[in-house]
């Protein structure tokens, strides 16, 4: 199984970016898909996770309204949408998958990782 993100890079506070995570190895029309970021010197955060259908998502608080996931099954991938960004959302964005349900912002309920992608945010 292999996760690629993309979509990461240098942003102006207020800006968007759009990640995506395309998954290869399985089918992934059962398994549930997260976002994770880590910033320089803190821990892994759950940013957001979705469903397997796709029918429900969850999100960090500090995201909700800002961020948006989504899937496409037939194409194996996941997105993850963010506009108005902040500072504070500078990290390393990490997609991770895994067969379960509900989805989780707990890293350890996923087995299967994906390179990650640096997003910064200037101010």
């Known amino acids: 199984v292999q996760l690629q993100a993309s979509g990461g890079g240098l942003v102006q506070a207020g800006g968007s970016l759009r990640l995506s995570c395309v998954v290869s190895?399985?089918?992934?029309?059962?398994?549930?898909m997260g976002w994770f970021r880590q910033a320089p010197g803190k821990e892994r955060e759950g940013v957001s996770c979705?469903?397997?259908?796709?029918?429900?998502?969850v999100y960090l608080d500090a995201v909700k309204g800002r961020f948006t996931i989504s899937r496409d099954n037939a194409k194996n991938t996941v997105y993850l949408q963010m506009n108005s960004l902040k500072p504070e959302d500078t990290g390393i964005y990490y997609c991770?998958?895994?067969?379960?349900?509900?989805?989780?912002?707990?890293?350890?309920?996923?087995?299967?990782w994906g390179q990650g992608t640096l997003v910064t945010v200037s101010s």
């Open positions: 991770a998958t895994d067969w379960g349900y509900p989805c989780s912002l707990e890293a350890a309920s996923y087995n299967y």
């Open positions: 190895g399985l089918t992934l029309d059962t398994y549930i």
């Open positions: 979705i469903s397997a259908s796709g029918s429900s998502a």
